[in-house]
Nanobody, 122 residues
Framework: QVQLVESGGGLVQAGGSLRLSCAAS????????MGWFRQAPGKEREFVAA????????YYADSVKGRFAISRDNAKNTLYLQMNSLKSEDTAVYYC???????????????WGQGTQVTVSS
């Protein structure tokens, strides 16, 4: 099992920035890929970004390319999502996820955090 705990959400004005963190614990050696997803009110959960944990290759949804950056700190077992130029449509609960499958990108995740709320005011 892998436990994931997100932090860093909050209220920010449009155009502002936030950095989300996700601390992983447990059987983290089984993790191959980690990602961020989000779910806005009344909408389905959607993929935001992913990173291959060992090699650091990154993947992004078109809606966040050029504005968001996913990164990780191996020593701290922590995943990050730097969000810049935030828009009102970025408002959502953001979830951290981990996958044991090296092919995981926008699906295929085994473990999920509880989520952190991000609200962007216009």
């Amino acid at each position: 099992q892998v436990q994931l705990v997100e932090s860093g959400g909050g209220l920010v004005q449009a155009g502002g920035s936030l950095r989300l963190s996700c601390a992983a614990s447990g059987r983290t050696s089984s993790r191959s890929v980690m990602g961020w997803f989000r779910q806005a009110p009344g909408k389905e959960r959607e993929f935001v970004a992913a990173i291959a944990w060992i090699i650091g290759r990154t993947y992004y949804a078109d809606s966040v390319k050029g504005r968001f950056a996913i990164s990780r700190d191996n020593a701290k077992n922590t995943l990050y999502l730097q969000m810049n130029s935030l828009k009102s449509e970025d408002t959502a609960v953001y979830y951290c996820a981990a996958s044991t499958k090296p092919w995981a990108r926008d699906s295929g995740y085994d473990y999920w955090g509880q989520g952190t709320q991000v609200t962007v005011s216009s």
